[in-house]
């Protein structure tokens, strides 16, 4: 098990980093993240390296086992390099060029950026490969987390070249976008540009391709990295950290090249629901290479700074989230970062040392916290049995204006899994085309853009047995974000037993509600589907002016399989709903029956995990026997491993 953080050594005089490497002892630390902001320490002047420093640093750390994740150092371009080379700056899509004197100010695509950050991530490849102390390697940090979209002109030459490598033809180009409309059609590859701002909507499949090509050529650049870095003789693990449901960038494509998952995941302490988003993001993390530990690569220690106010962790808060980490498969917790900046913008954000000291009650967590994951066999979460359809390219689809709803897909997502999560059911997040087998459940929520592939393995997962659940806006989309032949659900239709023939946006003021269970009117909202049946029978019904009766969620069985299609969208409650009908149903139970939805409870292979997330002392009847959880309290139950 990894303890430690980001370490930032270069923001001190010399005589601290022993302190550091001491006190870092104390707590646990055996893992530091180090140098992820020290290029301009690190090469002051173009071609210039000053390695002597570190080498110093990482000999106090090796001298202290403290094992290192070396940074290639390249999340911050010195001014140096943006004096020097300014057309390596990322643009908006109003034309501004985003200055220096903050962080990742560079242009994914920028030829100058590039072979810097590749010819700095090979020097220290060469360097340290074989150094005693390195366990693994960091490139850059959060990639775009900054700068969602670049349309610099290199973005623009490189958008080009990626689409020409795409389409082979502009007449292709020009059939996938639909250029017809409003005149766009192309002559040549050399006429399209980003969707720089546009005085209307610019084409939704030419936004589609550019959200694929930003996360690819940021993907790009990561290759470079590890490509400079095992070309220089390193054997450790390589990583970026990931930043959960994070829109810009396809994880799944990611996961494919980093050899462990990382990510990054800052819970807001307000949010009494936080942890439940946490534990979305850690779901997210073990499913993206299932089987495989991952690791929690930052976290607060209690305050950030960066919301416009900032609550402090609960006491206990810290651990109660850490070990929802651990439960689902992190090996690892780390922290944004060891020792507290005395200046810059994050001066305010918790580290594992606060700026006070040791006398503090972030401290005398962070320490409890070390002590009681040292030593801890590597977790293995189970798969749960229910999945969640998440597919980026489908999101990239959906967020855009013109529907007859606009939705926020991620939000969809989330409401889906907070709905299960409250029902202690432990979720996996799949792909369309993954194999489902073992799933009793796969929930699908606005799969808009789904491909022949795609549709062919849930329509035949269905048939073989599975419990499929959608909502309004599913199968409608091909994998340009054209509407297929034949109208809507065109793949589907079979297997949902009907399938929508028009739309009706629905704001809340439209007083359109759902009636489900004895729950009461669940509002419902972004759009209704006037939905024509088939197979399908009428599980619920829809009321609200006009609309009045027609159906809401509608059931049909399809081989040895049922589809559950709800034609509207309900928040987490009416999920919920939803889905005490359709998990009994399906033979799904929960991880533990009779908690609280404040408890959670995550099962492994060799134990439960039993947290209780909130500030309230909690009774519960636990396997053992009825308990009285604690605020926070963690409880691990042992279980008899299965097969
Ligand atoms: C992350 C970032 C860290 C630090 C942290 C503060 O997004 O990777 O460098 O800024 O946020 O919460």
Redesign the pocket.
């Known amino acids: 098990m990894y303890y430690g953080g980001?370490y930032n050594p270069e923001q001190w005089p010399e005589p601290v980093w022993l302190e550091d490497a001491r006190l870092m002892r104390e707590a646990g630390v055996n893992l530091v993240s180090l140098g992820?902001?020290a290029w301009a320490r690190l090469e002051p002047a173009e071609g210039e390296y000053d390695f002597a420093w570190l080498d110093r640093v990482m000999e106090i750390l090796h001298g202290h086992d403290i094992g290192i994740d070396l940074a290639t150092a390249t999340?911050s371009p010195p001014p140096w390099l943006t004096m020097s080379y300014p057309d390596s700056r990322p643009v908006t899509a109003d034309g501004v060029p985003l200055s220096q004197g903050s962080r990742q100010h560079f242009a994914a695509t920028s030829p100058d950026y590039r072979r810097l950050a590749v010819a700095l991530a090979g020097t220290l490849g060469e360097r340290y490969a074989t150094h005693p102390a390195v366990r693994m390697w960091h490139v850059n940090?959060?990639y775009a987390?900054a700068v969602h979209a670049d349309h610099s002109d290199h973005a623009v030459a490189a958008f080009r070249r990626w689409l020409e490598a795409r389409y082979g033809t502009v007449a292709a180009l020009n059939e996938a976008w639909g250029t017809d409309f409003w005149a766009q059609r192309y002559g040549s590859f050399a006429e399209v540009v980003t969707p720089r701002r546009t005085p209307s909507s610019p084409n939704p499949s030419a936004v589609l391709d550019f959200r694929r090509f930003t996360s690819d050529s940021y993907l790009e650049l990561y290759l470079a990295e590890r490509d400079a870095l095992r070309a220089a003789g390193a054997r450790q693990p390589i990583t970026t950290?990931f930043?959960g449901l994070f829109p810009p960038l396809d994880y799944w494509r990611w996961a494919q090249e980093v050899d462990v998952v990382a990510d990054?995941c800052?819970p807001d302490p307000r949010d009494p629901e936080s942890f439940r988003t946490a534990a979305l993001a850690r779901d997210l993390m073990r499913s993206l290479r299932p089987g495989q530990p991952w690791l929690l690569m930052?976290q607060?220690s209690n305050a950030?700074?960066?919301r416009p106010n900032n609550r402090a962790k609960a006491p206990g808060q810290l651990a109660a989230l850490s070990e929802q980490a651990v439960a689902r498969g992190a090996d690892g917790i780390l922290f944004?970062?060891w020792r507290q900046s005395r200046a810059g913008s994050?001066k305010f954000?918790s580290a594992m040392l606060p700026h006070a000291g040791t006398e503090t009650r972030t401290w005398r967590e962070v320490v409890a916290l070390g002590s009681s994951l040292a030593g801890r066999p590597a977790p293995e979460p189970v798969r749960g049995q229910v999945a969640i359809v998440l597919d980026w390219e489908n999101s990239w689809a959906l967020d855009q204006p013109n529907l007859p709803g606009t939705v926020d897909h991620a939000a969809v997502i989330t409401d889906w899994y907070l709905a299960l999560h409250r029902r202690h059911v432990q979720v996996s997040f799949v792909r369309p085309t993954d194999d489902l087998a073992g799933f009793a459940v796969v929930v699908a929520p606005a799969l808009h853009l789904l491909t022949g592939a795609g549709a062919a393995n849930l329509a035949t997962w269905v048939a073989g047995g599975g419990t499929l659940v959608t909502t309004a806006y599913t199968d409608l989309v091909d994998e340009h974000d054209r509407f297929r032949d034949g109208g809507f659900a065109t793949q589907l239709r079979e297997v949902l037993g009907g399938h929508p023939v028009d739309f009706d946006g629905l704001l809340p003021s439209d007083g359109v509600s759902v009636t489900l269970g004895d729950a009461g009117p669940l509002p419902a909202g972004v759009v209704l589907e006037d939905f024509v049946l088939t197979t399908g029978t009428v599980a619920a019904i829809v009321d609200g002016p006009a609309v009045s009766g027609s159906p809401a969620l509608v059931r049909n069985v399809h081989g040895d399989g049922t589809s559950w299609h709800l034609t509207t969208f309900l928040d987490a409650e009416g999920n919920g709903q939803v889905l005490d009908l359709v998990l009994p149903a399906a033979g799904v139970t929960p991880v533990l029956p009779g908690l609280p939805p404040e408890v959670e409870a995550i099962e492994g292979r060799e134990r439960i995990t039993v947290v209780n997330q909130s500030p309230q002392a909690h009774t519960v009847l636990l396997p053992d026997g009825e308990r009285r959880l604690a605020p926070y309290e963690v409880v691990h139950l042992v279980r008899r491993a299965q097969s």
């Open positions: 980001d992820i902001f999340a940090n959060e987390c950290n930043m990054d800052y930052e607060a950030v700074q960066w944004f970062q994050e954000h």
